[in-house]
């Protein structure tokens, strides 16, 4: 498969863990993955995402939140969605679009102190790394 595979996440806002998947899927993918991120109902990019990858070395600063396109949805290889909103209101997609559901914890609705928030932050950033490595892996084994 010489193609990019194409990743959209999907999540209410856009603003803080389809925003990392995106950010962490084009930097774990080296080139051979096309990232995209979306919401529902899309508001802004969280700072706390930003200083969370930032601490990963990946720079998500110049990603914006945009909302759920079923055009582009219906383009992509794999659309994952990473809350429950999401997957309750993505619409069917054709049978040769993979669809997964990972049900992450929104660390936008964090209370406490900066560095109490930017932790829930780094909680939800790891967890998505490990999902989108195993996903890379998937993915690589299929190609090969």
Request: a negative charge; one cysteine or more.
């Amino acid at each position: 498969m010489g193609d990019r595979i194409k990743l959209l996440f999907v999540c209410t806002g856009n603003s803080a863990r389809s925003q990392m998947a995106e950010g962490f899927a084009r930097h774990l993918g080296q080139g051979r993955i096309e990232a995209h991120s979306a919401g529902m109902e899309p508001s802004r990019l969280n700072p706390f995402a930003v200083a969370a990858m930032r601490e990963k070395g990946i720079d998500i600063s110049g990603q914006q939140s945009k909302a759920f396109d079923e055009d582009l949805a219906r383009r992509m290889d794999v659309v994952v969605t990473v809350c429950g909103n999401a997957d309750e209101r993505c619409p069917v997609l054709p049978p040769e679009v993979q669809k997964l559901h990972w049900p992450l914890e929104d660390p936008s609705v964090a209370k406490g102190t900066d560095a109490e928030i930017l932790a829930t932050f780094r909680k939800s950033r790891d967890e998505i790394e490990t999902r989108i490595l195993e996903l890379t892996r998937h993915l690589g084994s299929i190609e090969d």
